[in-house]
């Protein structure tokens, strides 16, 4: 028994229809093309379109739930050792119906079995945590076991079904380990940081030039999701950045402060080493996803500079990163145009592949939010009167009765 | 079989010549590799950043600035990005037009967005119509479904339909989010007129890839005021079968183009709506609770099923 539950020739067949799809889309290939290629990639996996595959999810997620909760109910346990039990069966039960639609009747993305897996997660970890604290683990122990157990069943289903947000549960509930160990703040990230670094360096290790197609992609967005986890973890000002975007001035600058100046600065540092590290590899490895991720992490560095330096914050900063970001990209496009064949290094601003159409765009919703926006930006009416009035523009508090 | 091979197997069949399998082989090995998308994004972030950062200038420091400079300011920033764009823009066309360059359709969007701070930072401070101020919203309204056709620009349209949303009321400030009788109406007439709008622009045949803007917002604000009439009056009210009608509508309509966005929007909201209507007639009674959600889990998922082995061939 092969120890991935699909098999990979045919996870690679899926992810070659997927590029002539959009080869197709483009105009680069005929329709006759395109049954052609279609022929050399046979699929047997049962797959079905985004939307369906949500409401799968979603109704699957609301039926089990429903079941476990009238189970629960009728039976009315009283005893936490068997409710432990109780949901760690129900957890086995659903991964066991996970298992046979995906190798009876070949489910793939499905939605279904997604949800069924995803659940028995939960159940078997809920069960579990409930078994080892009846049975005299203490409240910090618990914090450390049952996210280890979360981060271990999480890379289980990732490495049997494939799953990408199993890989991402399993990093975010490993992440959480390092602060239940009662440490300085500075030990906590250093520990964090070691951990998502060996992890790192695991799936570089993996992903080999060798691989088929889809599991390079596969690690690509692995790879974007632990970098973006060792920026979080090195970038001691995020959590101002959130105190800052929600005007929770006592959060501003509560974390970075706990944290001794070598530290700091070593931080502060990695702020600008890592996107700069994300940028080049993903330029040299053409991975498009490492890119985005870099530059994302570049301009929250820019972003959280101010902070790290003690700087003053201006309203219009935004803004300044704002023009600095159309600046750069007016830059880019110009420069890659004025390339022999609009072409530099291979890299290109032509529209080459057209993108999938589905209804509506992120950026279209940013656009309708635009309205709402400038009206909560608005100065109060009449505010130029009463600041005049009392002398809070000045004056000695001075008001024009005096 | 990975991808390169399968394309040189296919030049060696001859089923694909070989400019195109040269083309398709750079492209699958990222020998050329387009960023065009990364480029976009970024501006339009930055746009919006800009858009961020100026409207919080202007609320921070109108005072130290004063109206003089900040509504000069605006007006040039917004007349520069008009006059660019009616300089660069391509002529009009009912069809589909590509921007002229990357940054044009930002250009475009920048400019309303600064036009209406210019005209919301005016109104808060002069009052100029008084009571009659969203009347400004109205006439911003049509310069941005002008803007929006005559330059064939997708944003600047979603721009146009909320600010209509807003004339009718609804804005992203807290105390208009409750949906009293007199938005859920307002709610009504607004989605219907906007639907009416995009189906007739569609049959005239005039930016027909505009509807599904129309249609999403049509949909989420008719199905909101729909659902939230039925949470008010549950079963006794029109509300509850307008939205099944609306919820039936819309999955019909889904299935006919092949867009599966509006099944999902349909059989939530439909969903929704006829939950709150059953456990109100269960008396939330806990057994009936559970077997109705387990019941009717089972029944969505083995339509969808049915529907999803339908449309088998478009997967």
């Known amino acids: 028994m092969m120890f991935v539950m699909y098999p990979p020739q045919q996870e690679e067949n899926i992810y070659i229809r997927q590029q002539t799809q959009a080869w197709r889309r483009s105009g680069l290939i005929t329709e006759e093309q395109l049954s052609a290629i279609n022929e050399h990639t046979d699929i047997q996996l049962r797959r079905t379109n985004l939307f369906f595959r949500l409401l799968f999810f979603v109704f699957t997620m609301l039926g089990a739930g429903a079941v476990v909760g009238l189970f629960f109910w009728l039976l009315d346990f009283k005893d936490a050792d068997i409710i432990a039990v109780m949901l760690i069966c129900f957890g086995a039960a659903f991964y066991i119906a996970a298992e046979y639609l995906a190798g009876k009747y070949l489910f793939y993305r499905h939605g279904v079995e997604e949800a069924l897996v995803v659940m028995a997660m939960v159940l078997f970890c809920a069960g579990c945590g409930i078994l080892l604290s009846e049975n005299h683990l203490t409240l910090t122990q618990l914090r450390i076991v049952v996210p280890a157990l979360l981060a271990i069943t999480a890379c289980w289903i990732y490495l049997r079904f494939g799953f990408l947000y199993a890989a991402g549960i399993s990093i975010v509930a490993l992440s959480f380990i390092p602060f239940q160990f009662n440490l300085s703040p500075a030990a906590e990230r250093i520990m964090l940081f070691s951990v998502l670094c060996v992890i790192f360096v695991f799936s570089l290790l993996a992903d080999k030039p060798d691989l088929e197609d889809f599991r390079k992609n596969r690690y690509a967005k692995i790879q974007a999701c632990l970098t973006t986890a060792i920026y979080l973890t090195v970038n001691l000002q995020i959590m101002g950045l959130f105190g800052l975007i929600s005007m929770d001035r006592h959060a501003v600058h509560l974390n970075p402060q706990l944290f001794p100046p070598s530290i700091y600065w070593l931080s502060y540092v990695l702020t600008f080493l890592v996107p700069i590290a994300a940028i080049y590899w993903?330029?040299?490895?053409?991975?498009?996803?490492?890119?985005?991720?870099?530059?994302?992490?570049?301009?929250?560095?820019?972003?959280?500079?101010?902070?790290?330096?003690?700087?003053?914050?201006?309203?219009?900063?935004?803004?300044?990163?704002?023009?600095?970001?159309?600046?750069?990209?007016?830059?880019?496009?110009?420069?890659?145009?004025?390339?022999?064949?609009?072409?530099?290094?291979?890299?290109?601003?032509?529209?080459?592949?057209?993108?999938?159409?589905?209804?509506?765009?992120?950026?279209?919703?940013?656009?309708?939010?635009?309205?709402?926006?400038?009206?909560?930006?608005?100065?109060?009416?009449?505010?130029?009167?009463?600041?005049?009035?009392?002398?809070?523009?000045?004056?000695?508090?001075?008001?024009?009765?005096? | 079989m990975n991808t390169a091979k399968l394309l040189r197997k296919l030049r060696y069949e001859k089923k694909l010549n070989s400019g195109q399998a040269e083309l398709l082989l750079n492209l699958q090995e990222r020998r050329i590799f387009s960023v065009l998308r990364e480029l976009r994004f970024f501006l339009y972030i930055g746009i919006l950043l800009i858009i961020t950062g100026a409207g919080l200038t202007v609320k921070q420091y109108f005072i130290n600035l004063g109206d003089a400079a900040i509504i000069s300011a605006l007006t040039l920033c917004f007349a520069a990005a008009f006059v660019y764009c009616f300089a660069q823009g391509r002529s009009y066309e009912r069809g589909e037009v590509a921007s002229p360059n990357i940054a044009f359709d930002y250009i475009l969007f920048f400019g309303c967005a600064f036009y209406s701070m210019d005209v919301a930072y005016i109104e808060t401070q002069y009052h100029l119509l008084g009571e009659l101020w969203e009347n400004y919203l109205l006439i911003s309204v049509a310069l941005f479904f002008f803007l929006a056709y005559r330059f064939d620009n997708r944003l600047v349209l979603s721009l146009a339909l909320s600010t209509l949303a807003a004339w009718f009321g609804f804005t992203l400030s807290a105390h208009r989010f409750y949906f009293e009788n007199y938005y859920r109406l307002y709610a009504i007439a607004y989605a219907l007129i906007v639907f009416c709008c995009g189906v007739l622009l569609y049959r005239i045949d005039i930016k027909k890839h505009f509807l599904d803007i129309y249609l999403n917002f049509a949909a989420h604000f008719l199905c909101i005021a729909l659902l939230s009439g039925v949470t008010e009056y549950k079963i006794l009210s029109l509300y509850f079968p307008a939205l099944l009608l609306a919820c039936a509508a819309l999955a019909f309509y889904s299935v006919q183009v092949r867009k599966f966005l509006y099944v999902l929007y349909a059989v939530i909201y439909g969903y929704i709506g006829i939950s709150i209507v059953i456990v109100d007639q269960i008396h939330r009674q806990t057994f009936f609770l559970f077997i109705y959600f387990i019941v009717t889990s089972m029944l969505v998922i083995g339509l969808i099923f049915k529907l999803s082995r339908r449309f088998k061939e478009n997967q």
């Open chain 1, 282 to 402: 993903g330029i040299k490895s053409r991975k498009r996803i490492i890119i985005t991720v870099g530059i994302v992490m570049a301009c929250v560095t820019l972003a959280t500079n101010k902070s790290y330096l003690g700087w003053t914050r201006y309203a219009w900063d935004p803004a300044i990163l704002g023009i600095i970001l159309v600046g750069l990209s007016l830059i880019i496009t110009r420069w890659l145009n004025s390339g022999v064949d609009q072409r530099r290094f291979g890299f290109t601003a032509r529209n080459i592949l057209k993108p999938e159409e589905g209804g509506i765009t992120p950026a279209d919703v940013a656009a309708a939010l635009t309205p709402g926006v400038i009206e909560t930006q608005q100065p109060p009416a009449g505010a130029q009167e009463q600041y005049f009035k009392g002398g809070s523009s000045g004056g000695g508090g001075v008001e024009g009765k005096f």
